[in-house]
């Protein structure tokens, strides 16, 4: 299986969401991962959101790059937040290819807590989005080779 990271700032939200639709989208493919570059704890509206579609992301944690620096090498690494992206080059020993995948941060979300669920969803849609294009594109390129 491949092992794919997916990195963001703090792990609480964006590259949980990601780790969490490759497991249940990847067809046992793929070895889903992700860290921040901090771990700030999982966002409850990350939960929430997530259960909304199906997925239990409740026994994920929020986990720090340093965990996997080093001791792990990825066939992808996808970076979800521009802030992770200014770190990109710590990972590049540990990842073969590294893709860039940026999505608002929905923590940082203004407003009422039903303005903040809609922006998590929107992101959470978003993301689930680009995994399913992105497992079609790579699909399609294992057929050509």
């Known amino acids: 299986m491949k ?6 700032t703090g792990n609480s939200a964006r590259s949980q969401m990601a780790e969490a639709f490759l497991r249940q989208l990847g067809g046992g ?3 889903a991962y992700s860290a921040g570059m901090e771990a700030r704890g999982l966002h ?3 939960v929430q959101v997530m259960a909304e579609v199906g997925i239990d992301v409740s026994g994920q944690r929020s986990k720090s790059l340093k965990e996997y620096m080093g001791r792990m090498t990825f066939e992808d690494a996808v970076i979800v ?3 992770a992206e200014d770190d990109c080059p710590k990972l590049s020993a540990d990842a073969k290819r590294i893709h860039r995948w940026i ?3 929905p923590v940082r979300a203004d407003g009422t807590d039903e303005e903040k669920l809609a922006r998590f969803r929107e992101v959470r ?8 294009l992105w497992l079609a594109e790579t699909e399609e390129a294992e057929r050509v080779n």
Do not use: G
């Open 44 to 46: 409850p509206m990350t």
């Open 3 to 8: 092992k794919i990271l997916f990195l963001c």
């Open 29 to 31: 493919k793929y070895e």
């Open 103 to 105: 999505f608002e941060d």
């Open 81 to 83: 937040c521009r802030k």
């Open 125 to 132: 849609d978003q993301i689930e989005a680009r995994i399913k």
